[in-house]
């Protein structure tokens, strides 16, 4: 891994003059950069959805089954990642790395993608440490070695967290075999991104198949709402009361139909809820959702049922979805101090940006 951050470190250092006379790395003139004020006042703004591939990674897998798991140019780190954030608005993302194929890699093999990812996000975050923080992206299918992996990346590399799927090739993480990582991850004081990758474990082959991109649009939230819904009943949270997860795109579902989860291991008699509380309440103090609901109504209802404290700006970078930033900061329904909160304030705090 020293080649590679001997790289980036190079790349910085070549193109720090041209950067602080407004030039981007290719050495052409950088959109100004957009400064978000509330109220009259600047606010930070802090995106935790962001995610990027690292290119490298295509040598360790020559000649396993991975070797055709494509790392587009456009999702890579570069120049042009800084562009797009000036011309939005973004003053820091949470950086992470999903799709989570390296669930099916062997240990050795998972442990050396991981480390590879780790090492180059901690390279890039060095480069640009008033624009990035970074998420490690564990290898969950060994619990043991995700914890080991996740201190490292925190207490060795600066890392902020962790980025995991919705489950672990058709396994709920719920599982007690999971402990291990829940734990190291209450102790650290982790915060733990949840990002889902279309349902794989509960849509039959094909049931999303057809017109309108369903395997994401209905999908993607549905394994978010599995997620929730197990680490609430099966006591997850309960277990580890000091967890903190954020679940990518609004928490899926449940925020919309809190109502049934609500009432479930009350009306129905083979629920069998391990949970001491109710979902409103993990909701409100251990789950927090990103503002990828892309209306002001969508965004109203996520506080009213969890609060401002629970909500966070992301955006999906590099993929093409609908910025959320201007539907918070032109919102009827919230205040100035909850804007700046969603905006920035709220992963601030999370993810100890000072």
Not at 93 to 109: G, H, K, Q, V
Not at 258 to 265: H, K, M, Q, W
Not at 307 to 316: H, M, N
Request: hydrophobic share 40%; charged share 20%; glycine share 12%.
């Amino acid at each position: 891994m020293s080649n590679r951050r001997d790289f980036l470190r190079g790349v910085g250092t070549a193109g720090a003059g041209l950067v602080a006379l407004g030039y981007g790395l290719n050495g052409l003139a950088q959109p100004a950069r957009r400064e978000i004020s509330i109220g009259g006042q600047r606010v930070r703004t802090v995106d935790i959805h962001a995610h990027c591939v690292i290119p490298e990674v295509a040598e360790l897998l020559g000649g396993t089954a991975f070797a055709d798991i494509g790392f587009p140019d456009w999702q890579a780190l570069g120049p042009d990642r800084l562009d797009v954030m000036n011309q939005r608005g973004v003053d820091y993302e949470a950086l992470s790395i999903n799709r989570y194929w390296w669930y099916a890699a062997d240990e050795e093999l998972a442990n050396r993608v991981v480390r590879l990812h780790d090492e180059a996000l901690a390279a890039w975050v060095e480069q640009h440490p008033d624009r990035f923080v970074a998420l490690s992206s564990v290898a969950l299918q060994y619990p043991e070695l995700a914890a080991e992996q996740l201190e490292y990346a925190m207490s060795e590399l600066g890392h902020r967290g962790a980025s995991i799927g919705g489950h672990v090739l058709g396994e709920h993480v719920s599982d007690p075999r999971f402990d291990p990582f829940w734990a190291k991850a209450q102790e650290l004081g982790a915060p733990i991104f949840m990002h889902p990758d279309g349902a794989k474990n509960a849509i039959r082959d094909g049931g999303l198949s057809g017109r309108g991109d369903l395997g994401n649009i209905i999908g993607n939230p549905l394994e978010t709402t599995i997620f929730l819904s197990h680490m609430m009943f099966e006591g997850v949270l309960d277990r580890f009361p000091g967890l903190r997860v954020v679940a990518a795109h609004g928490g899926g579902f449940m925020p919309s139909y809190l109502g049934r989860s609500e009432v479930a291991c009350e009306v129905r008699g083979n629920a069998d809820c391990l949970s001491e509380r109710n979902p409103s309440d993990y909701l409100r103090e251990q789950v927090l959702v990103d503002t990828i609901v892309f209306d002001d109504e969508g965004l109203r209802h996520l506080v009213a049922e969890m609060g401002t404290s629970q909500i966070v700006y992301g955006t999906d970078a590099p993929f093409n979805w609908p910025d959320t930033l201007d539907v918070i900061l032109d919102s009827p329904s919230l205040t100035d101090a909850e804007k700046a909160e969603i905006v920035g304030g709220n992963l601030s705090r999370l993810l100890k940006i000072s």
